[in-house]
């Protein structure tokens, strides 16, 4: 997955979200949460150590805030923590 096409993605989702487009929204984030915990997986164990714990808190608020269907929540932690795990992983590939 190629940074730039995952940052739209985020975009996309976010954007879905705020417009209240639930049912696209959730589509789209269900498509991210399974890209982040492959990313999460494919990390090696220097990335682990340094933003190991970052990853994991990230991917349970989302799952957290999807399962309960707050799309606020969904948004502002994909435009917050998402975003910065995004960076992280990429910067160190």
Do not use: P
């Amino acid at each position: 997955m190629d940074e730039n096409v995952l940052q739209d993605k985020i975009s996309e989702a976010v954007l879905l979200l705020y417009q209240n487009k639930e049912q696209e929204a959730m589509q789209q984030v269900k498509e991210l949460i399974v890209m982040f915990k492959n990313m999460i997986q494919n990390q090696t164990i220097e990335h682990m150590e340094e933003i190991g714990n970052f990853a994991i808190l990230m991917q349970r608020e989302l799952l957290e805030n999807y399962q309960s269907l707050d799309m606020i929540g969904i948004a502002d932690c994909l435009t917050e923590k998402a975003v910065l795990f995004m960076k992280f992983y990429f910067q160190n590939k």
